[in-house]
């Protein structure tokens, strides 16, 4: 986009996603998408035509990029087409592919183990606690304040998370432990400026910022090291990690739903695919086939 010709669509844009309260994470993706879409035609977006739209989603293909980002760049552009320049036509252009469906990556309970065994501080014991024994995401964890944790009823409160959801997760007395020891080591240099309540759990560099998902997640990868894993896990991992060990464990699906924050009941089912005590459980048809074959002995899993 160009400095003369895109900044009043651009600002015109940023108005629409406002006033639908689009978060900051998409209205950032949605110009950066329509950033990529003009580069690519040379011109300002709104003298673009049918065949330009669907030339750029074949180039997009042909570029190497993924189907998963992909169809996010292509969102952004349908937002700046159907909303800002209500071109109901060249939207009707835009098609999504399929996303390969992926099974997601889980750690055993005694890499968990080692996992939180190794960690550098208690700082970093309590927020890897946290993303795995409350399923948090990275975001969630960073953006905890002194006021959401109710140790009398046992409980975390989770604001504002992915979809403006509200929800509350379980607080376990070891996460509670780690929480009051790391309460006693926490700076607290910007405190006089912050109302008790309000006081992030992890700050940052200044009152206003809490730690921030990046630092976090080189934390995590440290520690990770550290341990020998070599799993290509992420911090998202402590969370799949969370589900897949809680559905071994019997708890209901449902309820893990509810922790989660997950919509429909469908994504929470996926953590099915990767119960492997729950599959390594299941008698194959080949051991009924002999009657001098042991049956086989479920094992029962600590997490």
């Known amino acids: 986009m160009t400095t003369t010709a895109v900044t009043p669509l651009r600002k015109r844009m940023i108005d629409d996603m406002q006033a639908r309260n689009l978060g900051r994470d998409s209205q950032r993706n949605h110009i950066g998408s329509c950033k990529r879409f003009a580069a690519w035609l040379g011109r300002c977006p709104s003298s673009a035509t049918a065949d330009d739209v669907k030339a750029f989603q074949l180039h997009l293909i042909e570029s190497g990029a993924s189907i998963c980002n992909r169809n996010r760049i292509m ?127 992890f700050p940052g560099r200044s009152p206003y910022r809490p730690l921030t998902t990046r630092q976090y997640g080189r934390l995590f990868q440290e520690t990770v090291a550290a341990t020998g894993i070599r799993k290509p896990v992420t911090l998202h991992t402590l969370r799949h990690s969370f589900a897949t060990h809680l559905l071994e464990a019997g708890v209901d699906i449902r309820k893990i739903q509810a922790l989660l924050g997950h919509d429909k009941l469908e994504t929470t089912a996926r953590y099915a695919f990767v119960a492997t005590g729950m599959i390594a459980e299941i008698e194959s048809p080949l051991d009924c086939l002999s009657d001098n074959q042991p049956r086989r002995v479920s094992k029962k899993r600590s997490i």
């Open 75 to 201: 969102t952004g552009v349908k937002f700046l087409l159907k909303v800002t320049l209500r071109r109901h036509d060249l939207a009707a252009e835009i098609y999504h592919l399929r996303e390969p469906q992926k099974i997601p990556i889980v750690m055993s309970p005694d890499e968990i183990k080692r996992l939180l065994a190794m960690a550098s501080s208690v700082k970093v014991r309590a927020m890897l606690s946290l993303s795995y024994g409350c399923g948090l995401r990275a975001g969630e964890v960073v953006r905890l304040k002194a006021g959401d944790i109710d140790s009398d009823q046992e409980i975390i409160r989770i604001v504002q998370a992915k979809g403006r959801k509200d929800r509350h997760v379980m607080l376990p007395p070891d996460v509670l432990d780690l929480l009051r020891q790391w309460w006693r080591e926490r700076p607290t240099c910007h405190d006089a400026e912050v109302v008790p309540g309000e006081r992030w759990l």
